[in-house]
């Protein structure tokens, strides 16, 4: 009796790769071999003849106690896989999913053998990678015996062989990294490295086992922070012979618009540093030290700021005083001719803040709204003296000359008249001298300026005794 193993699954199509269906036909011809054997170790086993002249073509079995086996069909011509029924008592015995034994009359009418089915395409078989278990422990059951225990080993081994050819090359990788791998921990692990580094503008050389520069400088002991320049980044793998630079940015304080604040720079002067640090510093802002001061640690930058703003304002202008003699009035005695009256300006300023408080201001316009007006005062001059009044006194630098001759006013020079500077004492006036007594101002000379007078005398011997002299005059 044949059986379609793909009946037999219940439907199920199991695709497998042409390596299996070649393992499947070399285990059915062990199966063929194997049924034949233990037919001739039967008693019912047929005769010599029989066996020997086989009738091909058979499609049915006769219900006789003996069955005669018929080979399958070729499962890779076909594609699908018949498989021999053994003796009935066998399948019974072999097989725990049979019920029961199959009446004679029950065979005729099931002996007949089942359509081969169309042609199936073969890539169907090459795409599935391995055979499901439970089909292949159905279509032993269905073959109607157990597979031998040495096929069963072969059959392991060639599914092991297969599923190495074809996943193989994933434990090679897989291997080759973990090597790679152990490589890598070892060297970076147990081999010291040479750095060199150059930190704040000094070069040192060292060796270490530290995986990464960030670890580098951990293990040195070397402090660092984001606002620091490390020209390659702290998360580079240290390899022998690394160089990298290192710059430790200046630490700073910065005191501007009242408020005092901590921050860091890699520029090396004030100006620099400040914009760097997003200070603005305006062309008039006053900065302490200077902008082109050199950068130190710790350093404290203040920087005032410095407006300026133009206003109008309105102001009083003061009067002045005049002062005018007056002989007529008494010495010491004043007397006012014309009051004084304040004058008004519109005055513009600039005035200059330094951090908001005025340092400063500049008059740059004055408009006069009302113009002031002078105070004049009138001063006596009259003097009393021994009794008599004289428009004013003087004291002057008196010197004496001689040697006759005719006078500024044409008069001859005699005793009795001086020599003055008409613009103090008029010329023609009457003069009292202290010490001396009155003369007349008749006489000009070229030496003769401001407060001073020459006393016309009448020899050399007195002019000689006489020589220069501080007197009192008054004038009439």
């Not at 620091?228 to 430790?248: A, E, M, Q």
């Not at 300026?449 to 220069?468: A, P, V």
């Amino acid at each position: 009796m044949n059986i379609n193993i793909r009946e037999v699954l219940g439907g199920k199509e199991e695709k497998k790769g042409r390596w299996l269906a070649e393992a499947v036909e070399e285990e059915r011809k062990a199966e063929k071999e194997a049924g034949k054997a233990e037919n001739a170790g039967n008693d019912e086993s047929p005769s010599e003849a029989e066996v020997q002249n086989p009738e091909p073509d058979v499609l049915e079995t006769e219900t006789s106690d003996q069955d005669d086996t018929e080979e399958p069909a070729d499962p890779a011509d076909e594609g699908s896989v018949v498989m021999e029924e053994v003796d009935e008592s066998d399948e019974i015995a072999e097989t725990d999913d049979v019920a029961e034994t199959e009446t004679p009359a029950e065979t005729e009418g099931s002996a007949e053998t089942y359509d081969q089915p169309e042609e199936q395409d073969t890539s169907e078989i090459g795409d599935c990678a391995e055979l499901d278990d439970e089909a292949e422990e159905s279509a032993e059951i269905e073959g109607g015996k157990a597979e031998p225990a040495d096929n069963a080993e072969k059959n392991e081994e060639k599914k092991i062989a297969a599923f190495g050819k074809k996943y193989g090359w994933i434990t090679g990788i897989a291997a080759s990294f973990i090597v790679l791998l152990a490589v890598t921990f070892a060297y970076t692990s147990l081999v010291p490295r040479e750095v060199h580094a150059t930190i704040n503008g000094k070069e040192y050389s060292t060796v270490t086992k530290e995986y990464t520069i960030d670890g580098f400088l951990e293990g040195e002991n070397i402090e660092y922070c984001e606002e620091d320049y490390i020209s390659k980044p702290v998360s580079t793998y240290i390899y022998d012979g690394i160089s990298f630079d290192l710059k430790h940015a200046t630490d700073f304080k910065v005191t501007a618009d009242g408020k005092t604040k901590k921050y860091k720079t890699l520029e090396r002067n004030v100006g620099d540093a400040l914009k760097d640090c997003g200070v603005k510093v305006g062309d008039k802002d006053i900065v302490t030290p200077a902008v082109d001061t050199s950068m130190g640690d710790d350093m404290e930058i203040v920087v005032q700021r410095v407006t300026t703003k133009q206003v109008k304002v309105e102001e009083k202008v003061p009067f002045e005083t005049v002062e005018k003699e007056d002989s007529s009035l008494n010495e010491g005695s004043s007397k006012v001719v014309t009051e004084g009256v304040e004058g008004l300006d519109e005055v513009t300023y600039e005035i200059t803040y330094i951090d908001g408080v005025e340092s400063s201001r500049k008059e740059i316009a004055r408009t006069s709204i009302t113009a002031a007006v002078d105070e004049v005062v009138a001063k006596g001059t009259r003097i009393n003296f021994n009794g008599k009044s004289y428009s004013r006194k003087l004291v002057v630098k008196a010197y004496a000359y001689t040697g006759g001759g005719r006078t500024a006013m044409g008069t001859k020079a005699r005793v009795g008249e001086i020599a003055v500077d008409p613009s103090v004492i008029p010329l023609g006036s009457r003069v009292y001298i202290e010490g001396v007594g009155y003369r007349r101002a008749e006489d000009t000379g070229g030496n003769i300026k401001g407060n001073t007078i020459d006393i016309y005398m009448n020899s050399e011997s007195e002019c000689l005794r006489w020589g220069m002299r501080y007197v009192t005059v008054y004038i009439e």
